[in-house]
């Protein structure tokens, strides 16, 4: 009997309408342009706006356009897993709400927490229900509205990040393709380094946590840098050698897009010239759980069936990890 494997077998995704651009930022804290372009490579970045508007939102568009092109039927979807750091609600979980909003009434549905590794984690977990035969039909989506969490007159965080969020369907196939290997690593040593100060159980909201704007992202940038740097691109190296992969035959790179330079590295690391990297960076920022399922959606018409992929992020917690993915389909 040939080995299940969980394919991916189609991609959605959405970004707001509203651009906010270096230029503008440049109005709101002292930074420019040049500044921005030259440390990260983001020139732009697209933020959710509007009340009572939260990451669910983005989610529930993005499996919306999945599903348009696939043609399936919301109701045979066993589950949806939703890597965010910035839900709707404590609770319930955003993957509740964006289950009923698509008409996914038989999926059960949770979210998932690792920050910008998250879709990495929820795309191996979805692969495992897939791999051991328990559901045929596995959402996974990576998403965050980044806005709500950032403090506009913190230059180290807010010239980062932006709002986003994207999708996969997985299936499965035996074949050989789809998810083929992965390697995910944490550290809670990196706590000190980037987290959120206030909110938690550990220290609720009070008048004078939000007076000392403790709810907004905390960043020590130079040591999450020098982590993300030798641990994303020490991952994306293992997962490809233990597999044979090199150069040669890995078409592309999908890493996380937190900053050029980390992106830069990774493929240095593992061979890729940049032809072989997939980049939004300068359009979107970061968008944490976001930017790989974003950028399978946006590369999807140049995937073709069979192309080895190297999937691998690094986010608060620390968290980080590399998934070996071979594409199941050719473009639609």
């Known amino acids: 009997m040939n080995k299940i494997r969980a394919a991916i077998?189609?991609?959605?995704?959405?970004?707001?309408?509203?651009?906010?651009?270096?230029?503008?930022?440049?109005?709101?804290?002292?930074?420019?342009?040049?500044?921005?372009?030259?440390?990260?490579?983001?020139?732009?970045?697209?933020?959710?706006?509007?009340?009572?508007?939260g990451v669910s939102v983005m989610g529930i568009a993005a499996v919306k356009d999945m599903l348009a092109k696939t043609k399936i039927d919301p109701k045979e979807i066993d589950l949806i897993i939703f890597a965010t750091v910035t839900a709707d609600m404590t609770f319930p979980a955003t993957a509740n709400i964006v289950a009923t909003a698509v008409g996914a009434t038989n999926a059960f549905s949770y979210d998932l927490g690792a920050a910008c590794s998250g879709f990495l984690f929820g795309l191996?977990?979805?692969?495992?229900?897939?791999?051991s035969g328990m559901y045929k039909k596995v959402v996974v989506v990576g998403g965050d509205k980044m806005s709500a969490i950032l403090d506009y007159t913190d230059r180290t965080t807010c010239i980062i990040f932006g709002d986003g969020a994207g999708c996969v369907l997985l299936e499965p196939t035996t074949e050989e393709v789809g998810v083929m290997d992965s390697i995910l690593k944490s550290d809670g040593n990196g706590e000190s380094y980037l987290h959120m100060k206030a909110g938690g159980s550990r220290q609720p909201a009070t008048r004078e946590s939000v007076d000392k704007r403790m709810h907004f992202v905390y960043q020590e940038g130079s040591a999450v840098f020098k982590f993300a740097v030798t641990n994303m691109a020490d991952v994306a190296a293992q997962v490809a050698e233990r597999n044979h992969l090199t150069a040669k035959n890995i078409q592309w790179l999908v890493p996380h897009q937190a900053n050029k330079r980390i992106i830069d590295a990774t493929a240095s690391r593992v061979g890729i010239t940049e032809d072989k990297v997939m980049m939004n960076i300068a359009r979107y920022g970061n968008t944490t759980a976001g930017t790989i399922p974003l950028l399978l959606w946006d590369y999807e018409k140049q995937l073709k069936k069979g192309d080895n992929l190297i999937l691998a992020a690094f986010g608060g917690g620390f968290t980080w990890g590399a998934i070996y993915l071979k594409w199941a389909y050719n473009p639609r």
């Open 9 to 53: 077998t189609g991609v959605g995704g959405y970004v707001p309408d509203y651009i906010l651009t270096n230029k503008e930022l440049e109005s709101m804290v002292d930074t420019n342009d040049e500044w921005i372009t030259t440390r990260t490579g983001i020139k732009e970045r697209r933020i959710l706006k509007g009340e009572n508007q």
């Open 124 to 131: 191996t977990t979805g692969a495992s229900f897939i791999q």
